[in-house]
Nanobody, 121 residues
Framework: QVQLVESGGGLVQVGGSLRLSCAASGSIFSINDMAWYRQAPGLQRELVAA???????NYADSVKGRFTISRDNARKTVYLQMNSLKPEDTAVYSC???????????????WGQGTQVTVSS
């Protein structure tokens, strides 16, 4: 059974940094796109950053120049380095990955449980 487990969230002051990690485990044949989403109270979930298996990155305009997504394919892990954090970055951050399991013809999308990031002013 495939699982995604996030870590690295917490409380940080404005201008500070955090690094989120999301590790995939289970009967994994391959991992395609990986991404981070966030959802603040009362708002819709939004894409923060995504990275393909080949390393192509995509960012929300609100985080460009401040956040960096990366992945370690050997460790089946995706990271989100967040710098120059702002109060509006406060949200629950969740990772997602398109994963093909051994024995399955198709891949499917999996989600982590989410980790809280709070930026205090």
């Amino acid at each position: 059974q495939v699982q995604l487990v996030e870590s690295g969230g917490g409380l940080v002051q404005v201008g500070g940094s955090l690094r989120l990690s999301c590790a995939a485990s289970g009967s994994i044949f391959s991992i395609n796109d990986m991404a981070w989403y966030r959802q603040a109270p009362g708002l819709q979930r939004e894409l923060v950053a995504a990275i393909t298996s080949g390393g192509t990155r995509n960012y929300a305009d609100s985080v460009k120049g401040r956040f960096t997504i990366s992945r370690d394919n050997a460790r089946k892990t995706v990271y989100l380095q967040m710098n120059s954090l702002k109060p509006e970055d406060t949200a629950v951050y969740s990772c997602t990955a398109d994963i093909k399991e051994y024995g399955n013809r198709r891949s499917r999308q999996y989600w982590g449980q989410g980790t809280q990031v709070t930026v205090s002013s």
